[in-house]
Each structure stands twice: as C-alpha cells, then as structure tokens.
C-alpha cells in the first residue's frame, strides 16, 4: 500500500465528504471529522488505507468544546492526525477499542482528567488517576479549580528557613 499523501487525502475526501483534509507537509496529514461517522473514517484509516498504529490519543478542553485527536501512522511514516470535536454541554465520544486493540489506556486519560464520556469503555479504570481521587473532579479542564484541603485554614504557608537567617537578621 505505497500512496502518498495526497492521494490519501483524496480517497478520505472523496469516501468521506463530511470531512476535512489537510497535508500539513511530507508525511503529516491533518483530518477533521464530526463525531457522526468518526467511527467509520477510523475504520477506513485502518482497514483500507494502512494506518495500522495507534501512536497515542490527545484530548482537549477548546472551551466551547471537547477533542480528541488520534494520532495513526502508516508503516511507511506518514502519521495522520484525526480530530473530532463535541459541544461541551454533550462530551460523548465513541470508543476506538474494537479498531484498535491497545487504545485503552490512551482513551481512559481524556475520559478521567476531562470529563468526556467514552462509550465502550469500562467503568472502574481510574488511570491516570490516583484511586482516591475525588469523582467529579477533571484535572485537565480549563474550567477546572483544585479542591481545598479540608486542613488548610487560609494562613499563608510559612516558607522562611529559620536555620539560614537574612542579612537583616544578622
């Protein structure tokens, strides 16, 4: 399977109209999809055009929406980065697994540090996360604000070293 860049972007094109494609440069090729039919152009990436390697999975809080962004290659090196994007109010994506076998891991992280509901995937994997995270708390959205520690009392923290006295001290 020896097509370059363009005739990839033309076949995705062509079987996809739905979709946007874009050859950035030699080897990178960007594509846009909605999430009706993303599964299929996944699909297709795999199955007929060679993008057999998931490199990994990035997923991000745009602010009015939610990505996530699959990073293929090809064996020969060209490396496809498929994007598609839901409304914040409805961050439900379908998962990759059953294309990609070893996805898992990749799609557990934008699910548990974003928020995103990710159909297929089991419930009771918190990875990245510690197990006593607290649920309902999405580190990486931009909304996002840390919890207080219940045992701060709002004093600032004390950061002088008692031992090392200023000169002002001396």
């Known amino acids: 399977m020896l097509i370059n860049e363009e005739e990839i972007a033309e076949t995705l094109a062509k079987r996809f109209p739905q ?7 030699e080897r990178r090729i960007w594509l846009d999809s909605p999430r009706k039919g993303f599964i ?4 297709c990436l795999h199955d007929e055009l060679g993008f057999v390697q998931l490199c990994t999975v990035t997923g991000l809080d745009s602010g009015d929406k939610f990505e996530l962004i699959y990073h293929l290659a090809q064996d020969s090196g060209i490396v496809m980065n498929a994007r ?5 109010n409805n961050p439900v994506f379908d998962t990759a697994t059953n294309i990609y076998k070893g996805g898992i891991l990749y799609e557990l992280e934008p699910r548990n540090l974003l928020g995103l509901k990710i159909n297929g995937l089991p419930e009771d994997i918190r990875y990245p996360l ?8 999405y580190p990486l959205r931009k909304d996002w604000v840390a919890p207080t520690n219940a045992s701060d009392d709002g004093a600032e923290a004390d950061d002088s070293d008692d031992d090392n006295p200023t000169e002002a001290e001396e």
């Open 19 to 25: 979709v946007t494609v874009r050859v950035q440069r």
């Open 40 to 43: 299929d152009v996944l699909t």
């Open 130 to 137: 510690p197990d006593n995270w607290p649920r309902g708390e």
């Open 84 to 88: 598609v994007s839901v409304p914040r």
